[in-house]
């Protein structure tokens, strides 16, 4: 199946306030222009240089949503043109990231990423981490950074039970933490579901879809 055809299948397959965002991590920019040639805009990296190395060889229309673990080192990299930054895990990243977006003058917007598979491998917040973070003073001190939502990763499982569990219960956390109120928290988008989950995860309330493989093949 050609990569427009692929997109146009998972598209078809989306609610209508479901994003498809392409994961392009490894791809080459050749295979990225197929894929916006098809009509595609949001495209995900896990790889801060690799973004930074893309960027410039595509359309200006397009969001880059950075979905793979942060180190603070790497913000200022991408921090004039960075649509999404799907992975924030602590403080100490949220601050550098409003550090770096008010240098260039601009309101960075984010997601929490929440912990919810059983993998210790993932990074992210736990719920009550996450709770404390938007409750605390501290984000009163970051007016270029703006929390857009949650992100999290089901566990590497083929129990779809199991996934939907954890979809399920990021989506119950989303439901109690949008109705905090400060000025630069407003909730609106649920970053969870890749190739393998995305049906179940659309299901349990994504906004935003994760999905690589599906689109280009499998990873290089």
């Known amino acids: 199946m050609t990569i427009a055809a692929s997109i146009q ?4 397959q989306l609610p209508a306030q479901t994003k498809l965002i392409a994961v392009t991590k490894t791809k080459p920019v ?3 222009q197929e894929a916006y040639d098809a009509g595609c805009r949001r495209f995900g990296e896990n790889k801060v240089q690799e973004m930074v190395d893309k960027q410039p060889q595509l359309p200006p229309d397009v969001e880059w949503h950075l979905i793979g673990h942060l180190q603070t080192n790497k913000v ?27 240098r260039h003058d601009r309101v960075i917007d984010c997601l929490l990423q929440i912990h919810i598979a059983q993998e210790e491998t993932k990074f992210g917040f ?11 003073g501290h984000l009163d001190q970051l007016p270029n950074i703006r929390i857009l939502g949650l992100m999290g990763m089901a566990s590497n499982t083929d129990d779809e039970a199991k996934i939907r569990q954890e979809f399920r219960g990021l989506k119950q956390l989303y439901d109690r933490l949008s ?3 400060r000025a630069n928290v407003a ?9 393998s989950d ?6 349990e309330g994504s906004t935003m879809v994760r999905v690589g493989s599906a689109i280009f093949g499998t990873r290089n």
């Open 126 to 136: 736990d719920e009550s981490e996450a709770e404390t973070l938007l409750q605390s």
């Open 187 to 195: 909730f609106q988008e649920l970053s969870m579901g890749m190739s």
């Open 179 to 181: 109705g905090m109120q």
């Open 9 to 12: 299948q998972i598209e078809g």
């Open 30 to 32: 050749a295979l990225l």
């Open 198 to 203: 995305y049906l179940i995860a659309i299901e």
């Open 76 to 102: 200022k990299y991408m921090a004039s043109f960075v649509s999404l930054i799907h992975s924030v895990d602590s403080l100490k990243v949220l601050q550098e990231i409003n550090k770096q977006a008010a």
